[in-house]
């Protein structure tokens, strides 16, 4: 690996670091890019190559994921929608609905205590949201991408 790529993958690396501990800040492609030490437009192309998914896509399934931790515990929809740092509850229940194939409402109102007694390494890979493939998780033009 050349040193050039090695620095590349390592600001990719920093950048999705970012958006897993930042996740409920407002985020835009320009932050994430800084973080990477790249432009926008190369940052998104390098880590959708490296990742097989937008930036938006990823921080979007992280939300999600963190969402659904909130939702378990009994966090209202509302709350967890704000605790993630989605801003409109309509947009954040489309996403969520389109990640996990169920509302948030039903989501949370569904028996969780499999997962709960399972060793916390475990619960937090099955807890995550399916991996159908990127395109189909976040839409390009949705409400959320604008937000």
């Given at each position: 690996?050349?040193?050039?790529?090695?620095?590349?993958?390592?600001?990719?690396?920093?950048?999705?670091?970012?958006?897993?501990?930042?996740?409920?800040?407002?985020?835009?492609?320009?932050?994430?890019?800084?973080?990477?030490?790249?432009?926008?437009?190369?940052?998104?192309?390098?880590?959708?190559?490296?990742?097989?998914?937008?930036?938006?896509?990823?921080?979007?399934?992280?939300?999600?994921?963190?969402?659904?931790?909130?939702l378990?515990?009994?966090?209202?929809?509302?709350?967890?929608?704000?605790?993630?740092?989605?801003?409109?509850?309509?947009?954040?229940?489309?996403?969520?609905?389109?990640?996990?194939?169920?509302?948030?409402?039903?989501?949370?109102?569904?028996?969780?205590?499999?997962?709960?007694?399972?060793?916390?390494?475990?619960?937090?890979?099955?807890g995550?949201?399916?991996?159908?493939?990127?395109?189909?998780?976040?839409?390009?033009?949705?409400?959320?991408?604008?937000?």
């Open positions: 690996m050349t040193p050039d790529r090695l620095a590349q993958l390592t600001g990719l690396r920093r950048a999705r670091d970012l958006m897993d501990r930042e996740y409920a800040r407002p985020l835009d492609v320009a932050a994430m890019a800084a973080a990477a030490y790249m432009s926008p437009a190369h940052f998104s192309r390098q880590f959708r190559a490296a990742y097989g998914e937008t930036p938006y896509g990823y921080l979007m399934t992280r939300r999600i994921e963190r969402s659904m931790a909130l378990r515990g009994g966090m209202s929809v509302t709350d967890a929608c704000m605790a993630v740092g989605a801003t409109s509850l309509g947009s954040f229940s489309s996403t969520f609905t389109r990640i996990v194939g169920e509302s948030p409402s039903a989501y949370r109102a569904r028996e969780h205590a499999a997962i709960e007694a399972m060793p916390e390494c475990f619960a937090r890979i099955l995550r949201p399916p991996y159908v493939g990127a395109s189909s998780r976040i839409g390009e033009g949705s409400a959320l991408a604008r937000s």
